[in-house]
């Protein structure tokens, strides 16, 4: 089992303009690309499109910027 107790991951919520499998599959190769993320969803059925971005190193800044570069409109949720 790889562990690594000294990162401690944290999930952001975002209010996305991500609203259908097409710009799920557009935005995927940037967050995907992005360092410091373990795992991401954005819920498209709910009407803020919620992002969700579980970081293991990356900051929300980090993440707005990557969904910007990939044409989206992003707000922070929490």
Request: aromatic content about 6%; proline content about 1%; glycine content about 6%.
């Amino acid at each position: 089992m790889n562990t690594n107790l000294n990162e401690k991951e944290t999930t952001f919520h975002f209010k996305t303009n991500i609203k259908c499998g097409g710009c799920v599959a557009t935005v995927t190769p940037f967050l995907d690309a992005a360092k410091g993320i373990s795992q991401w969803s954005v819920d498209t059925t709910d009407n803020d499109k919620i992002l969700s971005v579980t970081s293991n190193g990356i900051s929300k800044n980090e993440i707005i910027d990557t969904v910007q570069k990939a044409g989206f409109k992003i707000e922070v949720l929490d």
